[in-house]
């Protein structure tokens, strides 16, 4: 489940945490856009470690 650390009317932030790896949302109603990243870290299992970004158009139902 995603935590909601920022809810604006300029933007809504949220992050999620699973084990070794953290995602981050971010939401910007006004301009449409929204960001995803994801990072993962695997220290004990040979230190490999994986990160994305994503952007992407968003509507928002009002």
């Avoid at 920022?6 to 070794?20: D, K, R």
């Amino acid at each position: 489940y995603a935590h909601v650390v920022t809810l604006t009317y300029e933007m809504i932030s949220a992050i999620e945490t699973t084990g070794s790896a953290i995602a981050t949302f971010s939401f910007y109603p006004e301009i449409g856009i929204g960001f995803f990243t994801f990072h993962e870290a695997k220290p004990i299992s040979g230190a490999d470690a994986k990160a994305a970004t994503f952007i992407a158009k968003c509507s928002f139902a009002t």
